[in-house]
């Protein structure tokens, strides 16, 4: 039987059971498969038949896990990782050598923007960074030997949107890749490979993951481009643990109950936070006071997860905020059941300078909300007590 619907694939997709006749997949937790033959395993090593060989290359845990993201994301193939930077790291070193050069978003997460800026320059590959609000000037940094446009849509932690559509086609245009890197939204609330995306990237710590539990990421497009990033992966490394991948694929039968609650939770606490004497201002996909609200609409199915908002007096004032709260969570993660609020400037993107992170939105009271699943009533009272703290710790400070 062929199934269509999100759900339905997220839970029925699975490995041909054993002869155990086992509900759910069992652990694979080998190193190694045996070959049936010397033939077989002739065969295996050329690439004429499908099959495992070493866990580096391939597990059946973490092929059922690809599977289920594929079918999610449209794609034809893909390749899981050790952790979400092992593969934004292999998507963009699969398709770039020395002398070639990457169009990317400036809005990108703190370890991207050092792999841009410190790690692929050594080896002669050089960047152009376009503003997100300057969609024009992706074409204009395109030079003869660029290969890749590399974008965050949402950003982080800006939550900030990009065109899909717009910068697929640009890319087709000028023959190179557009690498996506999806993991604000997961395949739940948008798809890019169906907007004109070739590469779609996941941290599958966050969202996929859900409860805070793995260390793991994701690689998906066409069979020809993740043959490049197979190879790669198969000889570099970044092997993603069986036990991890086992997870995961429990993760993604409720990826869409848990999406539909974090996009609930955030569209409610962004609304609550626009009317807080206490915010200078809030960004959430969703609201109509964003200001890609309408593209927010034509390319994601809801806002999101997460909202970032201003707390006013700057930094102290962020920091008095998140020392007051009670029962939200102060950590760089996101994508959690608990709801987590995190302070940008001073964590995840403090090694940028502060003319780099304000280029790209972070201003120095800025904090990063991740919706968790709690009651929406629970979540608004701590916020709320701990804007309060904020503010009156600022007019102390101020007497």
């Not at 739940?188 to 966050?206: D, E, F, W």
């Not at 497009?221 to 069986?242: D, Y």
Request: proline fraction near 4%; charge should be negative; include cysteine.
């Amino acid at each position: 039987m062929e199934f269509k619907n999100f759900e339905t694939l997220a839970i029925r997709t699975q490995m041909e059971q054993t002869s155990q006749r086992e509900h759910s997949a069992p652990i694979y937790m080998n190193s190694g498969f045996t070959f049936n033959d010397a033939e077989h395993a002739r065969a295996l090593f050329s690439n004429e038949v499908e099959g495992n060989i070493y866990t580096r290359y391939s597990n059946p845990n973490n092929n059922e896990f690809i599977e289920k993201l594929c079918l999610m994301e449209g794609a034809e193939d893909g390749m899981s990782m050790a952790s979400g930077m092992a593969a934004m790291f292999t998507s963009i070193a699969a398709f770039v050598s020395a002398g070639d050069h990457i169009v990317a978003s400036r809005s990108v997460f703190g370890s991207t923007h050092q792999i841009l800026t410190q790690l692929l320059p050594k080896w002669g590959i050089s960047h152009t960074y376009v503003d997100i609000d300057n969609p024009e000037g992706f074409e204009e940094a395109i030079q003869e030997n660029t290969k890749m446009i590399f974008i965050e849509t949402p950003s982080n932690p800006a939550i900030d949107l990009l065109d899909i559509e717009y910068l697929g086609k640009l890319a087709d245009k000028h023959g190179i890749i557009l690498n996506v890197d999806n993991c604000f939204a997961t395949p739940y609330v948008q798809n890019p490979l169906k907007l004109g995306a070739h590469i779609v990237t996941h941290s599958a710590t966050k969202f996929i993951d859900g409860q805070g539990r793995t260390i793991a990421g994701a690689v998906l497009g066409s069979k020809e481009l993740i043959e490049q990033v197979r190879f790669m992966a198969r000889h570099t490394g970044p092997a993603l643990s069986p036990f991890n991948g086992w997870i995961l694929s429990k993760s993604l039968e409720t990826l869409a109950v848990r999406m539909e609650r974090h996009c609930e939770n955030a569209l409610a606490l962004a609304q609550f936070l626009e009317e807080r004497e206490e915010v200078e201002f809030v960004k959430y996909p969703f609201l109509p006071s964003h200001p890609q609200y309408e593209l927010a609409k034509k390319q994601m199915r809801a806002g999101g997860g997460l909202t970032t908002f201003e707390v006013k007096g700057g930094i102290e004032a962020g920091r008095k905020f998140l020392n007051a709260l009670k029962m939200c969570s102060f950590t760089a993660n996101l994508g959690d059941t608990r709801t987590i609020c995190a302070h940008p400037a001073s964590t995840t993107h403090s090694k940028l300078t502060e003319e780099e992170r304000l280029q790209v939105g972070i201003t120095p009271g800025l904090i990063r909300i991740s919706a968790g699943l709690e009651h929406i009533e629970d979540i608004k009272a701590d916020i709320a007590q701990a804007l309060e703290v904020s503010q009156l710790e600022v007019v102390e400070k101020v007497k």
